[in-house]
T-cell receptor
């Protein structure tokens, strides 16, 4: 069964460093997403991406964050100048279409900022 | 703005007992409704969804959920719990007025199944 692949599974970084989380969505999917879950809190929407541009973003997704689809397969989340409060599990997801279409999630990348 | 409330962050049942996980939402219009399950070290997997039509929806692994508009609820049930059902369950909604697919999640309910 097709799956969304995320790397790394766990990354530890120092405060102030830049981090890139990578995702390979399902090949025929057109919509891509990043969500995050801070330990003990809800899964929160960060951003959705369609047709090579951001289609929606939450208040969390400020200038510190950026997304990119540098080639036909990867979808990346860049976090500049990481802060302690960026420590979380980051989930990538993709879907064939928008609307009620089902998202397929990856297993997540755990980011720990020291 | 939408919100989702899952009553009970932890639910414990005996194997073979009824599973009931509660979900209530707040939205100005009835949203699309989803239940996702997360097993340890895995991503979120869709159990079932409601978009339109029959309000009782059946999902994978014997789970089902009923959309009750009057109660703004979408509770998840399974008649008989199995040990393999132990996981975290997330209720989520999305605004049907949006072309995108932004999900708003509840806080999750960890289901424990006792032998």
């Amino acid at each position: 069964e097709p799956e969304v692949t995320q790397t790394p599974s766990h990354q530890v970084t120092q405060m102030g460093q830049e981090v890139i989380l990578r995702c390979v969505p399902i090949s025929n999917h057109l919509y891509f997403y990043w969500y995050r879950q801070i330990l003990g809190q809800k899964v929160e929407f960060l951003v959705s991406f369609y047709n090579n541009e951001i289609s929606e973003k939450s208040e969390i997704f400020d200038d510190q964050f950026s997304v990119e689809r540098p080639d036909g397969s990867n979808f990346t989340l860049k976090i500049r100048s990481t802060k302690l409060e960026d420590s979380a599990m980051y989930f990538c997801a993709s879907s064939v279409e928008g609307g009620a279409n089902v998202l397929t999630f990856g297993a997540g990348s755990r980011l720990t900022v020291l | 703005a939408q919100s989702v409330t899952q009553l009970g962050s932890h639910v414990s049942v005996s194997e073979g007992a009824l599973v009931l996980l509660r979900c209530n939402y707040s939205s100005s219009v009835p949203p699309y409704l989803f239940w996702y399950v997360q097993y340890p070290n895995q991503g979120l997997q869709l159990l079932l969804k409601y978009t339109t039509g029959a309000t009782l929806v059946k999902g994978i692994n014997g789970f089902e959920a009923e959309f009750k508009k009057s109660e703004t609820s979408f509770h998840l049930t399974k008649p008989s719990a199995h040990m393999s059902d132990a996981a975290e369950y997330f209720c989520a909604v999305s605004d049907r007025r949006n072309a995108g697919n932004m999900l708003t999640f509840g806080g999750g309910t960890r289901l424990m199944v006792k032998p």
